[in-house]
């Protein structure tokens, strides 16, 4: 089993939709977990983090988090074009590394 | 705000070349870390450092060295340049031991086409 998977494949979602990204993760030692949002041609640039079960809210997105079943997810509400990227799923390892799952691409259509 | 600066956008090489790819961050970070992305492989970590002359093996170390002489530089080494090493290099760094918390800030990239 991989440390981090997402699976899904692109997902194409029209504007204003929620759009939904899951994330998988191998380690149930795991405490931290990240969403990265990364444009075509440009670097990673983190834009949720989330420690606790449950839900986080930080503007439209949302970060949930279940530890018992071991996911994390994150919905992006009223998505917008801007909102067009793939979305990085990041899992905290030993030695403050982190261990990146492969990525969903999003296209919201206007 | 956090600046991860790396040597070159666009860097092509011919196999056998030694290439170097540099990578400055100006937060007084400890952890520095080389990443290479390729598609349908995600972000693969080369090499990373928690301080200055220290390293540890990533999780694809093979054909690359790694050297840190100051604490805002860390340089990546490719012997012998081989055209498999074409590829999306990521330089990123970030706090060392702030407990959960552990975001990494990303440099813009160097592309590295070796042909």
């Known amino acids: 089993q991989k440390e981090v998977e997402q699976n899904s494949g692109p997902l194409s979602v029209p504007e204003g939709a929620i759009a939904s990204l899951n994330c998988t993760y191998s380690d149930r030692g795991s405490q931290s977990f990240f969403w990265y949002r990364q444009y075509s041609g440009k670097s990673p640039e983190l834009i949720m983090f989330?420690?606790?079960?449950g839900d986080k809210e930080d503007g439209r997105f949302t970060a949930q988090l279940n530890k018992a079943s071991q996911y994390v997810s994150l919905l992006i509400r009223d998505s917008q074009p801007s909102d067009s990227a793939t979305y990085l799923c990041?899992?905290?390892?030993?030695?403050?590394?982190?261990?990146f799952g492969k990525g969903n691409q999003v296209v919201v259509i206007p | 705000d956090v600046k991860v600066t790396q040597s070159s956008r666009y860097l092509v090489k011919r196999t056998g070349e030694k290439v170097f790819l540099e990578c400055v961050q100006d937060?007084?970070?400890?952890?520095m870390f080389w990443y290479r992305q390729d598609p349908g492989l995600g972000l693969r970590l080369i090499y990373f450092s928690y301080d200055v002359k220290m390293k540890e093996k990533g999780d694809i170390p093979e054909g690359y060295s790694v050297s840190r002489e100051k604490k805002e530089r860390f340089s990546l080494i490719l012997e012998s340049a081989s055209t498999n090493q074409t590829s999306m290099y990521l330089c990123?760094?970030?706090?060392?031991?702030?407990?959960?918390?552990?975001?990494?800030?990303f440099g813009p990239g160097t592309r590295l086409t070796v042909l």
């Open positions: 990123a760094s970030g706090y060392r031991d702030r407990a959960a918390y552990n975001e990494q800030f």
């Open positions: 989330i420690y606790s079960n």
């Open positions: 990041a899992v905290k390892r030993g030695n403050n590394r982190l261990a």
């Open positions: 937060m007084d970070h400890e952890n």
